[in-house]
């Protein structure tokens, strides 16, 4: 329950940033003003994209489920930052630098803008990770 409410904590700040932050100019679509709500599956299809882009203002996300023993593949954040919540699981996170960090449920990753990375899952069961990126100001 208290990762919950973290999670939609951090989502709700995101959001908040997002939409009320410096005033700039946007062009808005149809789907970028309207409040969703949608359901993410909880079985194991290996990708599925929250909030695309261009749906939103600023970021996008994506629901990951990883079987024990896979990989996302090495990509970069480029010009954007990356916030991962590790919904179930453990694994690892890998820097450019090939610098390995233990991950595991309850836990949230920063990834800085430029920089690339991997997640490995190292555990017993499906790593299940929600991500948000955004473009670094």
Not at 30 to 55: A, C, H, M, V, W
Not at 82 to 109: A, C, H
């Given at each position: 329950?208290?990762?919950?409410?973290?999670?939609?904590?951090?989502?709700t700040t995101v959001i908040?940033?997002?939409?009320?932050?410096?005033?700039?100019?946007?062009?808005?679509?149809?789907?970028?003003?309207?409040?969703?709500?949608?359901?993410?599956?909880?079985?194991?299809?290996?990708?599925?994209?929250?909030?695309?882009?261009?749906?939103?203002?600023?970021?996008?996300?994506?629901?990951v489920y990883l079987n024990?023993?896979?990989?996302?593949?090495?990509?970069?954040?480029?010009?954007?930052?990356?916030?991962?919540?590790?919904?179930?699981?453990?694994?690892?996170?890998?820097?450019?630098?090939?610098?390995?960090?233990?991950?595991?449920?309850?836990?949230?990753?920063?990834?800085?803008?430029?920089?690339?990375?991997?997640?490995?899952?190292?555990?017993?069961?499906?790593?299940?990770?929600?991500?948000?990126?955004?473009?670094?100001?």
């Amino acid at each position: 329950m208290r990762f919950t409410l973290l999670l939609l904590l951090i989502f709700t700040t995101v959001i908040s940033q997002t939409t009320f932050g410096e005033s700039k100019k946007f062009s808005f679509s149809e789907d970028t003003i309207k409040f969703r709500i949608i359901d993410i599956p909880l079985n194991d299809t290996s990708y599925f994209r929250i909030i695309e882009r261009g749906k939103s203002h600023n970021f996008h996300s994506g629901r990951v489920y990883l079987n024990v023993g896979c990989n996302v593949g090495e990509h970069s954040t480029e010009n954007y930052e990356e916030l991962v919540i590790i919904l179930k699981g453990s694994g690892e996170v890998e820097n450019q630098f090939k610098e390995r960090y233990q991950i595991k449920e309850g836990q949230v990753i920063y990834i800085p803008p430029n920089s690339s990375h991997n997640v490995y899952n190292t555990g017993s069961e499906p790593l299940i990770y929600i991500y948000i990126v955004t473009k670094a100001y």
